[in-house]
């Protein structure tokens, strides 16, 4: 069956740039942001990986690890880590998992579980749909899934906003409004009644509807 939110995420043992990992273990108590990518020196996911490599220590802060995944060897992608680096200003500094057997694409759902062949013998439109981001939190359930087009580059400004909104929202009984951002007022959930609320948040909030009740953003 295909992944969905909220779903306990796959465990898998695999080799990486920065040595073998078991996947559970090495989330440990972080949340993680994983990305894949359909195949090494291709020049949307060099722009990609590179600019995460800048991004990473803004993820830490909020104690979430970064990996990547591309279906080649480890190899090729320390060969490739040097393209990065040149044409992008930022070295890679953060694990990559080498899949060329499709093991972690297919565990993912992001490949056809039929799909095989060799690494070498594929090519990234054979991977295309292994362009997917998955955030997902100490508790190893998957709180965010987005699956790309080829010929998209993702905007990790915003997987950074929702990792902000799944944050908070798993400490406190609110949603984030559209396109809410840091220290913007967010919404008590329905399933808090008035009462709940009121001692809650004893300031109160603003409803221009019944069902819309905005508060600032707890601390």
């Avoid at 993680?32 to 590179?50: A, I, Q, R």
């Avoid at 709180?143 to 902000?164: A, H, Q």
Wanted: hydrophobic share 35%.
């Amino acid at each position: 069956m295909p992944l969905q939110i909220g779903d306990q995420v796959p465990d898998f043992t695999a080799e990486t740039t920065e040595g073998t990992i078991n996947f559970h273990e090495w989330i440990g108590d972080s949340w993680v942001m994983l990305f894949s990518h359909p195949k090494d020196f291709t020049p949307v996911c060099t722009t990609e990986l590179g600019y995460m490599a800048k991004m990473k220590p803004e993820f830490e802060k909020r104690n979430c690890k970064v990996i990547g995944l591309s279906i080649d060897s480890i190899q090729d992608h320390h060969e490739w880590a040097k393209d990065i680096e040149e044409t992008q200003g930022h070295a890679l500094n953060y694990p990559l998992i080498g899949d060329t057997d499709l093991q972690v694409a297919k565990l993912f759902s992001m490949i056809h579980p039929n799909a095989s062949g060799k690494a070498k013998e594929r090519t990234a439109a054979d991977n295309a749909t292994v362009r997917s981001v998955f955030i997902i939190g100490p508790d190893k359930a998957i709180k965010l899934m987005i699956t790309y087009p080829m010929s998209t580059g993702r905007n990790f400004d915003e997987v950074l906003r929702v990792l902000d909104s799944v944050q908070l929202t798993a400490k406190h009984k609110v949603a984030t409004p559209v396109n809410w951002q840091q220290g913007e007022d967010v919404i008590i959930v329905p399933a808090v009644s008035d009462d709940e609320a009121k001692k809650q948040f004893p300031n109160g909030w603003k409803a221009p509807k019944p069902y819309i009740r905005l508060v600032p953003q707890p601390q």
